[in-house]
């Protein structure tokens, strides 16, 4: 075997992925199983050659020494075919592929697997859209979750009341049958009681023997304060139940927040946007402003800019279970008015005047300067 080229043998190139060597050896093996030529010796040969290479290639740590030192390397290393010829790691495609040959149509187990036993229940995921206000205050929410729970009625058992389930003659219980074909002697799941060891000979009516059923529940879950746009939650034990006594799952809640019309948040700042007049820009002013909290008292300063931001600090976001917040951050926008009165005309032109009258004797007094 010194002299062959695994990859030769298979029809793959040497750069070939995974998924292209299993598919060329699944033809392979296909065309030239014994079974399917009794009529042609060679088949048996051909097939051998084809699961050895596939044996080596197929795992991609024996892969990497072939690739490098050769079917020498393999053999020093005691990884080659003639040091255990089923991989761990390819050994449940051959039972896929093996399936197949077979007939049986069943997932491949693999020879280590055993009789199932307690299982725990798949996690679940959610969203949760909360408002800037709520997650700013924290809120109290009821979340509907739709989830598989061991049957109420039998237990998980998927038998009637007083009628257990008998031993799985097939394969005695232990959820595996052993498969001989050529030279090939595997271990795969019972077809019979798919992998269980059981067979339900008086299934539960509410869920047919299946031992599990679809269930709606609603559950009250606290988001806290501060709790902020793609923050996870998990609460223990609210995802799917287990099966075989396994614990259930975990429900995880991912959370959106929804936009606010007044309020933005930056950080840990809570950001709001102020329009104030002309007259309260120049002069200054004091002006109430109601936050998700409270109402706040805010003060212009005279001659307040368009755009500066004043700063109330402590006032922001609080930190998920910490006592620090951020602060309350008011941007202050200069609106022009619209639709004058007679009187608001009079008196801006008059404005306007003075000021020309100022820029005027500035420009006179710099220029003479």
Not at 163 to 178: F, L
């Amino acid at each position: 075997m010194a002299k062959k080229d695994y990859y030769q043998i298979l029809g793959v190139s040497s750069n070939a992925s995974a998924e292209e060597i299993k598919k060329a050896y699944r033809k392979m093996a296909m065309q030239h199983h014994p079974d399917r030529n009794r009529d042609r010796p060679e088949a048996e040969e051909k097939f051998k050659e084809a699961s050895e290479a596939y044996s080596v290639l197929g795992n991609g740590e024996k892969r990497k020494i072939y690739d490098q030192y050769g079917i020498n390397g393999l053999r020093m290393g005691n990884g080659g075919p003639d040091g255990g010829f089923f991989s761990d790691s390819a050994f449940a495609d051959f039972g896929d592929i093996l399936g197949d040959l077979f007939g049986f149509g069943q997932p491949f187990s693999g020879s280590r697997q055993r009789r199932q036993g307690p299982r725990q229940g798949r996690d679940l995921g959610l969203e949760v859209v909360l408002t800037l206000e709520e997650s700013f205050l924290g809120v109290e929410k009821e979340i509907a979750v739709e989830r598989e729970r061991n049957c109420p009625e039998c237990d998980g058992s998927g038998s009637e009341a007083g009628q257990d389930a008998q031993v799985c003659s097939k394969c005695g219980g232990t959820g595996n049958v052993r498969l001989a074909q050529g030279f090939f002697s595997v271990s795969t799941t019972c077809p019979a009681c798919r992998g269980s060891g059981r067979l339900i000979t008086h299934p539960c009516k509410k869920c047919r023997g299946q031992a599990r059923v679809n269930e709606s529940k609603k559950i009250k879950v606290t988001f806290p304060s501060g709790i902020d746009e793609g923050n996870r939650m998990r609460v223990a034990g609210e995802g799917e139940g287990g099966s075989q006594g396994g614990s259930p799952g975990d429900l995880y809640l991912m959370v959106r927040i929804k936009e606010d019309k007044n309020f933005q948040r930056q950080g840990n700042d809570l950001l709001c946007q102020l329009q104030i007049s002309f007259s309260q820009a120049a002069l200054g002013d004091q002006i109430s402003v109601k936050t998700f909290e409270e109402v706040e008292k805010v003060k212009i300063p005279p001659a307040a800019q368009n755009g500066q931001i004043i700063k109330i600090k402590g006032k922001g976001f609080r930190q998920v279970n910490r006592w620090s917040r951020g602060d309350l951050l008011i941007k202050i926008h200069v609106v022009t008015p619209k639709d004058l009165t007679r009187q608001e005309s009079e008196l801006f032109k008059k404005l306007r005047e003075i000021e020309r009258s100022r820029d005027k004797s500035l420009f006179e007094k710099d220029a003479f300067n």
